[in-house]
């Protein structure tokens, strides 16, 4: 990324967090986690990122990220989120939950809490990866590859609530929609909301893709427009949909050339959006000018993008990833990494600073994301 700052870290990163902002904060962060995979030991570390120059967009970024702390992770690292500034929840391929405490006085980490065997396969009793969290403090939201949903808080050693056949397929990734519901994508191209104050298994509403079942591998809901959210696919679609109407995607934007691993809302303007792929691209959408259904996007970077729309488009919401308005017809799509390496497995964004990690063992930080 140019401007940005990388570091080789000998391990394969799987997940990159930043350390959330207090909501009053006026710095850039600094301060982010990460979690590895497919390695011999596995580590959830803390890494400083605020010892270079690119706060200022008119500066050039120089120097190194600075590692704080590591502690040992069983299994790989298959999703983690910060419950707040001090503890992240870390899911894992061997199926347990566990919540890693950062003393920042020390600069070290210590195992809060962990939930051994939180998603199994109760036939042949063996593990079974838990594939996603999400946090809403003091509420933490786990899925996994047999289908299950937990609902876990950092004060109980039992879960609060789980469904064990919430789905017959493996469930990829979630993310809370509204106060009291949460939006999951599975591995036959649905997506399915639930309300988690109702009881039993069955999903609110379900939406799904149409054709092939293609794999959903990643979620995320508009920051402000709730009911918008978007998908990432295992053909490296990327899928808008409207869960007020209809059953389908709203818009399929053709993307990136293999598997998209996660997609991701800026959280303060989200008229731009992120995502990364297996294709060792990571991608900026900016959709602060809109589109049209008339003309293909302004793509600079990697392959052409092809829009597509389906006839129930919702042409009167006013929103820069819904509207049809034909007076903006253009959306800028940059690739961040020019030079493909390999998969970019995870991203994060706050501020003007995104963050990305890979199977190229090394993690990147952009700090001047919109100059």
């Not at 999703?79 to 929840?89: A, G, H, N, P, Y």
Request: glycine share 6%; net charge negative.
């Amino acid at each position: 990324m140019e401007g940005s700052v990388g570091m080789y870290v000998s391990q394969k990163v799987s997940k990159i967090r930043w350390r959330p902002l207090s909501a009053t904060a006026l710095q850039q962060p600094e301060v982010f986690a990460t979690g590895s995979w497919d390695n011999e030991e596995n580590k959830l570390s803390i890494w400083f990122a605020g010892d270079f120059g690119g706060l200022n967009p008119n500066v050039e970024c120089h120097g190194e990220l600075r590692l704080l702390c590591d502690i040992r992770h069983s299994g790989d690292v298959m999703d983690m989120e910060f419950l707040d500034q001090e503890r992240i929840v870390a899911a894992s391929s061997t199926g347990s939950v566990t919540i890693f405490r950062h003393h920042q006085n020390s600069q070290t980490l210590s195992l809060s809490q962990k939930w051994e065997n939180a998603h199994h396969y109760d036939s042949s009793n063996g593990s079974a990866s838990c594939t996603g969290i999400i946090c809403n403090s003091p509420d933490i939201f786990t899925v996994g590859e047999d289908g299950r949903i937990n609902m876990f808080t950092a004060d109980r050693k039992e879960a609060v609530r789980t469904i064990d056949n919430a789905d017959s397929s493996t469930l990829h990734a979630v993310t809370c929609l509204r106060t009291t519901e949460i939006v999951t994508v599975n591995s036959i191209g649905q997506l399915k909301v639930w309300d988690h104050r109702q009881q039993g298994n069955e999903p609110s509403q379900i939406l799904s893709m149409t054709g092939e079942r293609i794999p959903l591998h990643c979620v995320d809901r508009h920051p402000s427009q709730q009911h918008i959210v978007a998908t990432g696919g295992q053909d490296g679609m990327l899928s808008i949909w409207d869960v007020r109407q209809g059953t389908m995607p709203v818009f399929l934007l053709n993307a990136h050339d293999a598997e998209l691993w996660e997609v991701h809302f800026h959280p303060s303007n989200p008229d731009h959006l992120f995502t990364c792929s297996e294709d060792g691209s990571l991608w900026h959408w900016d959709a602060s000018t809109n589109v049209s259904e008339r003309k293909p996007f302004l793509h600079t970077g990697g392959r052409s993008t092809t829009f597509l729309s389906h006839s129930a488009a919702n042409e009167y919401i006013i929103n820069a990833w819904l509207s049809n308005d034909p007076t903006k017809d253009r959306m800028e799509i940059t690739n961040l990494i020019p030079n493909p390496t390999l998969s970019v497995n995870t991203l994060d964004v706050l501020g003007s600073c995104i963050l990305c990690g890979t199977d190229a063992e090394s993690i990147y930080v952009k700090k001047n994301l919109f100059a």
